[in-house]
């Protein structure tokens, strides 16, 4: 049997055992189902030969190769990877459009004597409905922005809101960045297609009655872009305003930016194409710390002399309601605490 889904949300809630992607490595690599797994019936190179053997030669000798590859691979996959199932086991398998590599492969399933099913138009038609959630429906959620300076700890109050019950939206966990110049993290950021794949699954998995706080941002953070609906919603949403000590921020900062701030050629790599913005002079300057260690004085003068100014010039395009303004005297775990609760308060009041 083949599976329509109509909506995100109608295919989140299947009921399967399993979903299994049986699409190359590659593929799967860019982009997959949330929660699925990769059994590919054929790898990167067999897909490529199997293509160009279509392209250049015959259909019908790439199919023959292919439907033999298949066969093959998959049989490796039941004797191995699947063998510790039961017979009452129900996965959901999918190709790149629903066709003979998922058929296939179900076909071997059901034979076993396990539920399996197909969905159709395979991940073509989850990418569909993907593009209709972020790009072409408004999202029904009210959204209320987490402002403020660099360094005033916003992406770690997520996290204390979180734990207090609040529903959040963490935009740079899900992108893997930090959302600055500075910000790159380990093992790189997703593909923009796996990225609006994480971040429709996180959305629809909110209560639209509830607000949702999350960290005000640029419309990209890294190189990641931010889907248009999201953006708009996100640049009209009341905003709770944090504010600290300069000096409460620097110490956070030399912290939490620790692996940057021990890198020198890195971060003379990001830094210097700002002279342009910023002037020769500022560099030098910034420079001549990265040279002499002071972390702590590089990091201040980062926030004065380029994120602040760029903040602040930012804030007079901002449309949107400033709702409360928060002050945050400590950036420490207990402050940290102490801040969540009283944002936590005024959400209680939306």
């Known amino acids: 049997m083949v599976l329509k889904f109509s909506s995100l949300?109608?295919?989140?809630?299947?009921?399967?055992?399993?979903?299994?992607?049986?699409?190359?490595?590659?593929?799967?690599?860019?982009?997959?189902?949330?929660?699925?797994?990769?059994?590919?019936?054929?790898?990167?190179?067999?897909?490529?030969?199997?293509?160009?053997?279509?392209?250049?030669?015959?259909?019908?000798?790439?199919?023959?190769?292919?439907?033999?590859?298949?066969?093959?691979?998959?049989a490796g996959h039941i004797e191995n990877s699947l063998s510790h199932h039961e017979g009452d086991w129900q996965p959901l398998v999918y190709?790149?459009?629903?066709?003979?590599?998922?058929?296939?492969?179900?076909?071997?399933?059901?034979?076993?004597?396990w539920r399996a099913e197909v969905v159709e138009g395979g991940y073509r038609s989850y990418r569909r409905l993907v593009k209709q959630f972020l790009y072409d429906d408004a999202l029904p959620y009210r959204l209320v922005a987490l402002d403020g300076y660099t360094g005033t700890a916003k992406t770690d109050l997520l996290g204390h809101l979180r734990d207090l019950g609040v529903q959040v939206l963490d935009l740079e966990w899900l992108a893997n960045h930090r959302g600055s110049l500075l910000g790159e993290m380990p093992g790189g950021q997703p593909s923009q297609k796996a990225f609006e794949s994480a971040l429709a699954a996180a959305l629809a998995g909110l209560d639209m009655a509830q607000p949702v706080i999350v960290e005000a941002e640029s419309s990209k953070i890294g190189n990641l872009i931010l889907p248009p609906s999201l953006w708009s919603a996100l640049c009209l949403a009341p905003r709770?305003?944090?504010?600290?000590?300069?000096?409460?921020?620097?110490?956070?900062?030399?912290?939490?930016?620790?692996?940057?701030?021990?890198?020198?050629?890195?971060?003379?790599?990001?830094?210097?194409?700002?002279?342009?913005?910023?002037?020769?002079?500022?560099?030098?300057?910034w420079l001549d710390m990265i040279d002499a260690g002071d972390k702590r004085g590089l990091t201040q003068a980062l926030m004065?002399?380029?994120?602040?100014?760029?903040?602040?010039?930012?804030?007079?395009?901002?449309?949107?309601?400033?709702?409360?303004?928060?002050?945050?005297?400590?950036?420490?775990?207990?402050?940290?605490?102490?801040?969540?609760?009283?944002?936590?308060?005024?959400?209680?009041?939306?």
């Open 9 to 74: 949300q109608q295919l989140y809630s299947h009921t399967f055992d399993t979903v299994i992607d049986v699409r190359s490595p590659a593929e799967f690599a860019e982009d997959h189902m949330p929660g699925a797994i990769n059994l590919p019936v054929l790898d990167n190179d067999e897909r490529a030969r199997v293509g160009t053997i279509y392209v250049q030669e015959s259909p019908f000798l790439a199919r023959k190769l292919g439907a033999a590859l298949v066969f093959r691979n998959a």
């Open 95 to 113: 190709c790149w459009r629903g066709g003979q590599r998922s058929g296939s492969f179900t076909w071997m399933l059901q034979q076993i004597g």
């Open 240 to 285: 709770i305003q944090i504010t600290a000590p300069i000096a409460a921020r620097t110490a956070y900062l030399v912290s939490a930016y620790d692996d940057i701030l021990s890198d020198s050629e890195r971060l003379r790599d990001r830094l210097s194409p700002l002279r342009f913005h910023r002037g020769h002079e500022v560099i030098d300057g």
């Open 304 to 350: 004065e002399q380029h994120y602040d100014p760029a903040y602040a010039k930012s804030r007079k395009a901002q449309r949107a309601e400033v709702i409360a303004q928060i002050d945050a005297p400590s950036l420490d775990h207990t402050g940290l605490s102490a801040t969540a609760a009283r944002i936590e308060k005024v959400l209680d009041q939306l």
